[in-house]
Nanobody, 115 residues
Framework: VQLVESGGGLVQAGGSLRLSCAAS????????MAWYRQAPGKQRELVAT????????SYADSVKGRFTISRDNADNTMYLQMNSLKPEDTAVYFC?????????WGQGTQVTVSS
């Protein structure tokens, strides 16, 4: 199983980015998925989660109302729409998938928000 994130970049505060996480390989049964982020010198933190069918989502308090997680099971792709970005959102963003009892991680995509 391979997870590949894309969509990161440099954006000004108040701007938007859309991250994607594409899963390939033995992805016949992908259960929950999630986005994490890790800022320099800080621990990796959970940003948002989504259930297998996409019916339930949850968000860290710091991103509620600004970020939206979604997934397209037909394409084995998960998304994170990030609006009203703040400098404190600067981090490497990782996707994680639970597949047949194992967690898989992507390599991360850098998001930098300038003030």
């Amino acid at each position: 199983v391979q997870l590949v994130e894309s969509g990161g970049g440099l954006v000004q505060a108040g701007g938007s980015l859309r991250l994607s996480c594409a899963a390939s390989g033995s992805t016949s049964t992908i259960y929950s998925m999630a986005w994490y982020r890790q800022a320099p010198g800080k621990q990796r933190e959970l940003v948002a989660t989504i259930t297998a069918g996409g019916g339930r989502t949850s968000y860290a308090d710091s991103v509620k109302g600004r970020f939206t997680i979604s997934r397209d099971n037909a394409d084995n792709t998960m998304y994170l729409q990030m609006n009203s970005l703040k400098p404190e959102d600067t981090a490497v963003y990782f996707c994680r998938a639970l597949i047949l009892g194992h967690y898989y991680w992507g390599q991360g995509t850098q998001v930098t928000v300038s003030s």
